[in-house]
Structure formats: C-alpha cells, structure tokens
C-alpha cells in the first residue's frame, strides 16, 4: 500500500491502463503539451506520443462524438473534458449517440469509453465554473456514471471505466485531487466492479449517504460525531451514481434505521432525491425518522467567497443533520440511548 | 428562389476539384482554397440535359446495369415504404429517398465492403447501396426482430455491422463527429479504409458541422462528408438556412478538398466519390462533397409540401434520373428495353418479397425490453418494469412495498 494523491492515482492509471491495452487513447483539450489544466496527464504525451495523447481543438461536441466514433471502431478513448461545465456542448454526443448506440442498433455496436471531468464548487469561479451537474447523466439509460472520493477508489473506478465496453462517466472533483490516501498495489485487487457503493465507515446509529467530495467530508464527520457525541454514524459511499447500489443503501438503513443525504449538487431533482425515493419505497418500515437530505443551495454559485460558502454544504450542516434525525428518532437506541444536546432548529435537512 | 436552388446545380464532378477526372468547357476552375485545392463550379444547364456518357467508361456492361437496377430497387423500395405507412405498417417519422437515387448509388458503388458509412435518417437508400437485404430493412421498418436493428431503430436508425453500415443518426449533425471518430480509427491504425458521412445541405449550418470539417483537416482524417443538396431543409431552402449557399464553398474556411457535382448523374457522383476515396485512402485527406439533388416528395412522408415553388418542383421532377440514365443505357446499347422492364419486374418482385417478409416477421418480444441495455454486464442495474420493481429483488422487491 502506498500513499499517494488523487491526483496520482488517476494519472498512475491512465499510465497503467495505456501500457496495458495499446487501444487506449487519451484525448482533450490542453492534455498533452500543456499536461492538463489539472495535470493528471503530466509526462503522458512524452511517454506515449501525439497518437495516443491526443490535443483537442477547444470543440467539446466534435470531440467528444468523435471519441464515441472512435470507440465504435475498437479505440478505447478516454477523454477529459477540462471541467464539467463544458460538457453541456457534448451532451447531444454522449446522451443522443453514446448512450443509445448500443441499445438502438440491436446490439451490433459498442461504444467502449470514459469520459473523465472534474466539477464542484468553493474555488471562487463563479456560476457557470462550479457546476455539479451529474444527475443529467446519472438520468440517461445506457451510460455508466462513477464518483470516486478516495484515491484507491478513483484508480480502482478508473481501471474499471476503461477496460468496461460501455461509455463511462468519471466525475472527479477539483477539490479531491490533493487528498491523500492508501492505494492499493497494481493488481487484481484494486479494480472495483463499477455499479457497487462502499461503506466507508461501519456505523449502527445512522446511516449518512453521499459520493465524491461530500464522502470525504462524511467519513470526517463520522468520526467527529463519534469523538463529540458518542454517536456511530455508517458512511455509505455511493461512488457508482448510474448503476446505483441500492441493495447496499437499503441495507444499510435496515440496520441503522435512518438516513441523510449529503451532496454536492443541487437538492431539487438531485441524487440524494433518488436515494430519499429508494429508501422510501425499499425500507420505509425500517426508518425512525424522516430521511434528511443536505444539498447546495438553489442558486447559480455566486462569486463572493462568503456568499459562495452560504450557498454549500459544509460537515457543520451534516453534523446538525445527524444530530436532529437522531433526535427526532429518540436518540440512538444503544445503552439506553444518548443525550444529544441543543439540537431545536439546527438542521437545514 | 425556385429557380435560384436549381440553377446551382453545377457538375462539378467534370471539374474535378483536384486530381483532374474529365474537364468539360463548362466548367471553370476556381481558387477557392488558399491550400491550392481548387473548386469547382460549372453552368447547370450543360448537365442536366447530358449526363455523364457511358462510352468509354471503365466499369464493365454488368456494372452500368447494375447501378441502374439499384437506382430503381431504391425508388420502389420508397414508394412501397410510402404505402406501407399510409397503411400504418410503418411507424415514426419516415423520410424517403424519392429523387435522389443517382446521388445515393454514385456514391455507395465508389466504396469498397470495408468502408463506413453513416447517415441521417434519410437512409433506407443508402443501406440498400450497402447490399444490405431489403428484406431485413423492410422488416426493421416494420419494427420487427428480423428487422436490421431487430426493431429497436426504426426507419431513423438502421444500422448493419456486415456492411459497415454504421447508422442512421435522427440528431441534425449528430452523425458528422461519429464519423469523423471513425475516421480516426482508421488512421490511427494506419488502415486505408474511408469513412463516407451523408448528410443534408441544412445540417451544414450546425455546429457540429463546423467541429468535425476542421478536426478531420487537422487530423488528417479519411472522411468524406457528402452533402446530399436537395436545396432544403424541412421548409427551409438553402439561400434561407445558409450564409454561404455554395456549400463545397464552406470547405474553404477549413482547407479542405471540396468539389460539387450534379446529384442527377449517377456516374458524375460516382466519379467525384471516387477521387474522394482516392484522396482518403492515399492521402488521408477529408473531402466535402456536395451532391446537387431533388426530393421528389416531402421533407417526410407525412409533409404534403406546400413550401417550395411549384415550378422548382416541376423542374426537378422532369430531371427524374433514373429514366435519364435507362436512356443513357439504351443509347449505348447495352440494354434494350426489354432489358429495363425485365429489371423492374425483378426489382418489383424483390420489394414485394420484402414486405412479405416483414409482415410475417415476429415482434420483438416485451420481455427482451433490457437486451442490449449495456454492452457489458455491471451489478445492481435496474431492469424493473413500469409498475414492478421485480429488478430489485435482492432487497426485497415489490415485496418491499407492502411492508417489513
Ligand atoms: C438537432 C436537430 N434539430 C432539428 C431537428 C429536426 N429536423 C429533422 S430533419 C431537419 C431538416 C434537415 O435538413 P437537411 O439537413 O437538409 O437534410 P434532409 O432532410 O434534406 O436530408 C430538421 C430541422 C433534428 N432532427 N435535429
């Protein structure tokens, strides 16, 4: 096990997977000479030459279908779009074309690709660069969607998007790429099966459901809400959006009996409503208390760093989330259930 | 305006746009292109009437006939899929290729089986190009299981990985970066395969247009993006959608090969295709080539075309290429007219057959719904039905529902 970065671990295995199946192109704006606005591509170009790290004209929509054609004829493509917010210019090539070329044509086609992009917010830049808009993908029939929050999740996700014969979505998150974390040798064991959630931490009082940043920032709260309150919170890191893992969500609030959403994105329409709706319809007997949902605000993000901050969820919100849902449930039923205290009008679920 | 579209339909195809091919009088040379790949523009009048001639040509007499017979498969198979909707047996939109027969054979006898091809929607034409058996075409306009997209496309998406008949695309444009990406497959692994991308003279004003023209020239890409010049788009004629109406002029800004030729003369588009592929395959070069042509119905079966002049309607129809080129097999003697009706009875018999087959042809079956859902297997996909939640059994299921 090594400890290593994000950031690394996407670039250690795009190197890998490209030293492993020659088919593996790697396409984008600014990716080669420039390696990458975010650097995950940095040294590829020199390594694997122009062929395979492939400089985009600035065409999202060109580029993007010309990745799905590309991997119709047996390329495997893996293309970063610089940030999220640019993909709305591609979004006729991934939902009209990559997502229905298989299904529609009978079969006779695949369209086996990744499409990588970092998106979120709290970097200052404003409305239409601190975008989360993943639900859109998540929505569409025939495309894989995967929101890694660790970097042994990003690299075991990674592997997986790419040798898998459908289009992927790979949302990374800008805020993510510094966070260090254990990354397990190259080997069998550090692919992860697309389509599975992982519990990130083991917990019986509730469960605090979430993916991408807002995992990270969970398993951090967990143990704060652990350390301060005695109470033992399940983490569940959705990490696959579309298939979504809800025999692991549903399981989970069978055994803690209640649930808050925490996410990026906004609330309205969201991934935590999909999440709420399956616990409802799959474990609605099981719940004490209503399912909290924690989301940003429903606002293009502004630019002032204090008005941007207003508009995002932070641990503190999740923290006063937990704390009311175990309240209106009667507190933690362990050792005679706990006192939490101050809890009227905190939470914003 | 009626006159205006037609006037323009050039025969560029005696113009090479580079590499020569057959130069007539009428045809002059223009420097449209910094990089020195001329255009070329000729007066209408001098084609329409005189197609290219069949004396001298290096195909064989089997050959000449056999683009004649599917000139005319293609305009049979059009009408009947016309009836048949009007019956109801086809469903959807439903866009014929009534009119452009010359421009769809010209072009799909230049390529060779391992080429691509990927279209619009207007396609059934080009599928039948491709070889591909109208009976499995019918049938997939009938939306049944032997139907070449097992009834999951429609009139709007056929598709057929034998012969690299890579489908139809109903999004405008949608179909002109898949093709370039194909192209670059292609040249990736250093292939000498070419990628045709049909399209309609509107589709050159979207964005996508514009994307894939300079990816291809920049890249190098073995693609030829034909225009299929039918002068509208729905109710939109070109001088209204496009800036520049002189649509192999719009290569320019990208410095690509360009030529237009007269949609009508089979063996014009034929020849023009052929020094596309030519520059493909050699040279990697992408071509813009812009078939000047005719619809002679609707923008789709449904659309009784109220919007285009009666007199550019009238003037198409009479320039109907398909008795055009049977006179030009006549002339030159290598049929005779007993030949052409033999053909037609042939043909009619193939179409006949076709829509026997698709009405005896099963349905797809409700419960092969999920079939196809994903190329490649992952857990916890979803394949409940409306109503059901039996996808989820593993926690419970519609079980759930009623309770703990
Ligand atoms: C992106 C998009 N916008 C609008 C439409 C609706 N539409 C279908 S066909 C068409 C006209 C296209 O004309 P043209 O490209 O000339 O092709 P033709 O029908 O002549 O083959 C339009 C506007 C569509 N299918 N896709």
Redo the contacts with the bound molecule.
């Keep these: 096990m090594a400890i290593i970065t994000y950031r690394q671990a996407l670039h250690d295995t795009l190197r890998d997977e490209m030293l492993r199946d020659e088919n593996v192109v790697l396409m984008g704006e600014e990716i080669g000479v420039f390696e990458g606005s975010y650097k995950i591509t940095a040294g590829l170009l020199q390594e694997f030459g122009e062929k395979r790290v492939r400089d985009t004209p600035i065409a999202e929509e060109g580029f993007v279908g010309a990745a799905v054609g590309a991997a119709m004829l047996g390329l495997r493509p893996v293309v970063e779009i610089m940030t999220i917010n640019f993909i709305m210019l591609a979004i006729d090539q991934i939902v009209n074309h990559a997502a229905k070329i298989h299904y529609m044509f009978g079969g006779q086609s695949r369209v086996p690709m990744v499409i990588r992009t970092p998106g979120g917010g709290g970097q200052q830049l404003a409305a239409t660069h601190s975008q989360n808009p993943e639900v859109w993908f998540a929505h569409v029939p025939g495309l894989k969607v995967v929101a890694p929050s660790t970097p042994a999740d990003a690299r075991g996700l990674l592997k997986s998007a790419i040798r898998d014969d459908d289009p992927v979505i790979f949302l990374e998150n800008l805020a993510l790429y510094n966070t260090r974390g254990e990354v397990p040798e190259d080997g069998p064991d550090d692919v992860i099966p697309l389509g599975t959630a992982d519990i990130k931490r083991e917990g019986k009082d509730i469960s605090i459901i979430a993916y991408s940043r807002m995992a990270a920032v969970a398993v951090n709260v967990a143990e704060q809400l652990a350390n301060e309150y005695g109470i033992d919170a399940e983490v569940v890191d959705i990490r696959s959006l579309r298939p979504l893992d809800r025999t692991t969500i549903v399981n989970s609030v069978k055994k803690t009996n209640r649930a808050v959403v925490f996410e990026e994105d906004w609330r309205s329409y969201g991934v935590g409503a999909e999440v709420a709706a399956t616990i409802q319809e799959y474990a609605f007997d099981y719940l004490d208390a209503p399912v909290r949902r924690i989301a940003a605000a429903e606002v293009a993000l502004p630019y002032s760093k204090v008005m941007e901050l207003s508009a995002l969820p932070t641990a503190q919100h999740l923290v006063d989330a937990v704390r009311a849902t175990l309240a209106a449930s009667g507190g933690a039923r362990r050792n005679g259930g706990i006192v939490i205290p101050g809890l009227a009008g905190v939470a914003r679920g | 305006m009626a006159s205006n579209g037609s006037a323009r339909s050039g025969s560029g195809g005696r113009a090479a746009a580079q590499g020569g091919g057959r130069t007539s009088t009428a045809s002059r040379k223009r420097n449209a292109e910094p990089n020195g790949h001329g255009s070329a523009e000729t007066d209408v009048a001098a084609t329409a009437q005189s197609p290219t001639s069949l004396r001298g040509r290096p195909e064989s007499r089997e050959q000449l006939i056999d683009f004649y017979r599917q000139m005319v498969l293609i305009r049979r198979f059009e009408e009947k899929t016309g009836e048949m909707y009007t019956r109801a047996k086809i469903g959807g939109y439903c866009?014929l290729n009534l009119g452009e027969e010359a421009t769809v054979v010209g072009v799909m006898s230049a390529l060779e089986p391992r080429d691509y091809v990927f279209t619009?929607?207007?396609e059934h034409g080009y599928i039948l190009g491709r070889g591909v058996d109208p009976n499995r075409v019918m049938a997939e306009l009938f939306g049944k299981e032997t139907g070449v997209s097992r009834g999951r496309g429609g009139s709007m998406h056929l598709f057929d990985a034998e012969a690299r008949f890579m489908g139809g695309y109903?999004?405008?444009?949608g179909q002109l970066p898949l093709a370039t990406g194909a192209a670059l497959t292609i040249a990736h692994k250093g292939l000498d395969e070419v990628v045709v991308c049909q399209?309609?003279?509107?589709?050159t004003n979207?964005g996508a247009w514009h994307e894939s023209l300079n990816i291809a020239q920049l890249w190098n890409l073995p693609v030829i993006f034909l225009i299929?010049n039918?002068q509208?788009?729905?109710g939109t004629s070109v001088e209204k959608g496009s800036a520049e109406p002189d649509l192999y002029k719009k290569a320019c800004a990208y410095r690509m090969r360009a030529e237009r030729v007269d949609g009508n003369d089979l063996l014009a588009v034929r020849d023009a295709t052929l020094r596309a592929v030519e520059a493909g395959r050699k040279d990697k070069a992408p071509t813009v080539l812009e078939a000047v042509s005719f619809?002679h119905r609707g923008?789709s079966v449904v659309d009784p075309d109220r919007y285009r002049p009666r007199e550019f309607v009238e003037k198409g129809r009479s320039h109907d290429p398909i008795p055009a080129y049977g006179r030009s097999l006549l002339d030159a003697g290598l049929l005779d007219e007993n030949g052409l009706k033999q053909i037609d009875d042939q043909v009619n018999r193939i179409v006949e057959a076709s829509v026997a087959f698709a009405d005896e042809s099963p349905e797809p079956e409700p419960k092969d719904l999920y079939v196809f859902d994903f190329a490649s297997e992952v857990p916890n996909i979803d394949r409940s039905l409306p109503g059901d939640h039996t996808g989820l059994a593993d926690i419970g299921g519609a079980a759930a529902l009623g309770g703990r």
């Excluded at chain 2, 399209?199 to 589709?203: F, L, R």
Aim: aromatic residues 10%.
């Design positions: 866009h619009n929607y207007r109903a999004i405008v444009g399209m309609g003279d509107a589709t979207i299929v039918n509208f788009g729905m619809r923008h």
